[in-house]
């Protein structure tokens, strides 16, 4: 990559993680250009050559974190590719735990998404949940067997109550809900679901 345009990739990458920073401290609302470009180390004309508006920066955040997090390289992306059963439970558990952690950035930007802007950048990502989860596991759907449970909905449950869980431990920063270790945690709620879905 040429000089200048590694330094554009540098200032560009510069400019959004102080966004991200605050934004996720101070809100949308409550955060500025010019700040941006101070947190960022840059000119505020400088800033405006790389994104616009406000608004535009966000959203290219937004896209560029909703790329990453529905990549096949996440730990939740690769839990759900190998998922073959109800004994899968606990490794989809350390998946959600290991994706909270990596991403709680972007689950920070979802809050103020929703809070501040009507959750307009948001919709597209749960919009698409179902198809994702359907790709990633593939095949192996007909080979779940969960009675009348549709396994996408109990799947997709599954994630859910983990990715809860891991939100108020590494988001919310409530350290230990359950009052026990995360792999207690996990397996708890995987012993909770996995019952509640084997067939009768």
Do not use: W
């Amino acid at each position: 990559m040429p000089a200048n345009l590694e330094t554009v990739a540098r200032t560009r990458s510069s400019i959004e993680d102080a966004a991200v920073r605050l934004f996720t401290k101070q809100g949308f609302h409550g955060t500025g250009m010019r700040q941006i470009a101070t947190e960022a180390g840059v000119s505020l004309g400088n800033l405006y050559n790389y994104h616009k508006t406000k608004h535009e920066l966000f959203a290219a955040i937004c896209e560029a974190y909703e790329a990453d997090y529905t990549s096949d390289r996440t730990p939740i992306a690769k839990a759900l590719k190998s998922f073959a059963s109800l004994d899968d439970l606990e490794r989809l558990g350390e998946a959600s735990r290991q994706t909270v952690r990596t991403y709680a950035d972007y689950i920070r930007l979802i809050y103020v998404d929703v809070v501040e802007l009507e959750g307009e950048h948001i919709r597209r990502l749960f919009k698409n949940m179902r198809a994702r989860y359907e790709e990633l596991l593939g095949d192996r759907l007909a080979q779940l067997a969960l009675g009348d449970v549709d396994p996408i909905a109990a799947i997709m449950t599954a994630t859910i109550s983990y990715f809860y869980l891991f939100n108020i431990e590494y988001v919310f920063g409530v350290k230990r809900p359950f009052g026990t270790s995360d792999k207690d945690m996990i397996g708890s709620i995987a012993t909770v679901l996995r019952e509640g879905m084997r067939p009768r």
